[in-house]
C-alpha cells in the first residue's frame, strides 16, 4: 500500500529574494553592515538571499529559528560549506553533526554539569585574580591596554586551567591563545564567501595553516604526556581520557585534540570576545556603570571576588546577558535543510542553507521592546516572558545549544568583579565602535581603554 505523498510543500509559497549579488561591493567592504541592512529589509520575514548560484534562506523570527533548532532540527544539521571550514580547525566532534556528534556528546556533558564547574571554580578564580595582578603593572603607567589583548589573554589562561589544568606554563598559554585567536580570524574569508571551492585561494589561508601547525605542536605533546601521568584533576582532559563511548571505546588522540581545541573555540573565543565589547557598552551607558559598580562594591568589598559572590551578583548577570544581546558574539548560525520543509507557509528546498542571525533576531522591534537601548533590567525575573525568552538565542537553543553557557556566565561574573574592584575604566576608541564579521563578532576598530587604579580601595590580595 503506497504511503500518502506529503504535498505541503507543493501549496507553500516562495519567499522572497533579495539580489545580494548587487551588493558584492559592501559586502567585501563592510559586510556586517550589508548583513545589518539586510536583516532591517527582512523584518522578521523568511527571505531567499540571491548570490547567483548561492541562494540561502534567512530566518529570524523566534518561532521559524524554534522549528530550525527545536521542533524539525533533524532535518536542520549542522553541515554544509559554512561548517568545512571550521572542521579543519576543531574535526566533526563538538562542530559536528550526526553519529560522531551523537557519540561525543554524552561524554562531554557531564564534563560541564554544575557539580564539575562548581569543583574547579576556585582554580579558575586564582588564575583570573593573578592575570589582573598581571594589569595593575599595565595600568600604573597610565597607558592606554588594548581590550582585545588582555581579556583575550585572562579569558584563555582561565579556559586553559579548566581544560587542561596546569600543564602549560604561562608563556606557552599564550601561544596557544594566540595561534587560536589568528586561526579562527583567518576564518573570515572562507565563512563570508563559504561558497567558494577550497583550491581558490582566500585571504587568511596561509595564515590559517600556519595557525594549525602552532596549535598541533603544544596540543599533541601535552595530550601525550596527560596519557603517561594520569591525574584525579577535574579538568577537561584528564576527564576526557578516563571517558568511554557507549562501545567502550575511550577517545584517541586525534579525538581529544579535536575536542579539546573545539572547546577553546566555543568557550575561550566568544567569551573574550563579548569582554571586549563590555568596555564599549559602559562607555556608552554611564547609568548602567554606576549600577554595576555599585553592586560589585557591595558584594564583593575590598577583597577578591569568590565563588560564593556569583548569586548575589544579580545585575552583573543581567548586565552580561544585555551585552551578548546587543553585541551578538555568535551573529550567525548556519545549517543545511536535509529535505524539503515549511515554515510559516514558506517552501525550503532541500539541501538549501538555512542561516540564522542571533544579531538580526535580537534586534527585531516586533519581539524586542526598544532593541537598540542597552537595558541590563529587560533581563530582571518582573521582566521576563516566554516570547521573550524565545527569541534569546545568544547561547544557541535546541540539541546543539551550548554547553558552556554556565561557564561563560561564571567565569564573566568573575572577570567584571576582579577588575572592577580595582579599577575604573577610560574608553580611549572613538564612538561608534562598529563590528567586523568573523568567526565571532569582534569590533572593527582597537578597543583601548586606560585602567585607572582606584584611590578609593586598598584591595586585599
Not at 585567536?181 to 567558494?196: D, E, G, N, Q, Y
Not at 558584594?299 to 565563588?307: C, D, K, S, Y
Not at 532593541?371 to 537553543?397: I, K, L, M, W
Amino acid at each position: 500500500m503506497a504511503l500518502p505523498l506529503d504535498t505541503d510543500h507543493l501549496r507553500a509559497r516562495q519567499a522572497r529574494r533579495i539580489p545580494l549579488y548587487r551588493k558584492t561591493f559592501q559586502l567585501l567592504r563592510d559586510p556586517m553592515k550589508a548583513f545589518g541592512e539586510i536583516g532591517v529589509q527582512a523584518g522578521g520575514e523568511i527571505i531567499q538571499l540571491d548570490l547567483g548560484a548561492f541562494r540561502p534562506y534567512l530566518v529570524s523570527q523566534p518561532d521559524h529559528i524554534h522549528h530550525v533548532l527545536r521542533g524539525n532540527a533533524a532535518n536542520y544539521p549542522r553541515l554544509g560549506m559554512f561548517w568545512r571550514p571550521l572542521s579543519t580547525l576543531v574535526g566533526y566532534g563538538i562542530g559536528g553533526e550526526g553519529q560522531y556528534w551523537e557519540y561525543i556528546r554524552p561524554m562531554l556533558q557531564p564534563v560541564f554539569a554544575g557539580k564539575n564547574v562548581a569543583a574547579i571554580t576556585d582554580d579558575i578564580v586564582a588564575t583570573i585574580i593573578d592575570r589582573v595582578d598581571d594589569l595593575d603593572l599595565k595600568a600604573r603607567t597610565g597607558h592606554p591596554v588594548s581590550a582585545e589583548r588582555e581579556m583575550t589573554r585572562i579569558v584563555q589562561h582561565s579556559v586553559t586551567r579548566f581544560f587542561i589544568g596546569d600543564r602549560i606554563s604561562v608563556d606557552v598559554a599564550d601561544r596557544l591563545g594566540d595561534a587560536i585567536v589568528s586561526a579562527t580570524t583567518a576564518l573570515a574569508s572562507r565563512i563570508v564567501f563559504s561558497f567558494v571551492p577550497d583550491w581558490i585561494p582566500m585571504p587568511g589561508d596561509r595564515t590559517f595553516k600556519r595557525a594549525i601547525r602552532d596549535i598541533d605542536e603544544i596540543v599533541f605533546p601535552v595530550i601525550e604526556e596527560a596519557r603517561r601521568t594520569p591525574s584525579d584533576s577535574r579538568d577537561v582532559l584528564s576527564l576526557l581520557l578516563q571517558a568511554r563511548g557507549a562501545d567502550g571505546r575511550r577517545l584517541d588522540d586525534q579525538q581529544l585534540r579535536d575536542e579539546i581545541v573545539g572547546l577553546f573555540v566555543a568557550g575561550a573565543e566568544s567569551s573574550a570576545v563579548a569582554l571586549i565589547w563590555l568596555w564599549v557598552a559602559l562607555d556608552e551607558n554611564p547609568h548602567v556603570a554606576a549600577k554595576l559598580y555599585e553592586e560589585i562594591d557591595r558584594v564583593v568589598g575590598e577583597g577578591p571576588p569568590r565563588r560564593s559572590h556569583l548569586t548575589e551578583l544579580r545585575y552583573t548577570k543581567m548586565f552580561l546577558q544585555e551585552l551578548l544581546r546587543m553585541y551578538s558574539v555568535g551573529w550567525m548560525v548556519p545549517r543545511k535543510a536535509a529535505g524539503d520543509d515549511v515554515i510559516d507557509g514558506v517552501h525550503i528546498t532541500a539541501g538549501a542553507t538555512v542561516l540564522i542571525s542571533p544579531f538580526i533576531t535580537h534586534q527585531l522591534e516586533s519581539v524586542w521592546e526598544n532593541p537598540h537601548v542597552f537595558d541590563p533590567e529587560r533581563f530582571a525575573p518582573n521582566r521576563q516572558d516566554g516570547r521573550q525568552a524565545s527569541s534569546y538565542v545568544a547561547f544557541g537553543t535546541g540539541p546543539h545549544q551550548c554547553l558552556g553557557r554556565h561557564l561563560f556566565m561564571m567565569e564573566a561574573q568573575l572577570v567584571l568583579a576582579a577588575i572592577l574592584t580595582r579599577f575604573r575604566p577610560d574608553l580611549r576608541t572613538p564612538s561608534p565602535v562598529e563590528p567586523r564579521i568573523g568567526l565571532s563578532l569582534k569590533p572593527r576598530q582597537e578597543v583601548e581603554i586606560v585602567l585607572h587604579p582606584r584611590q578609593d580601595r586598598v584591595v586585599e590580595k
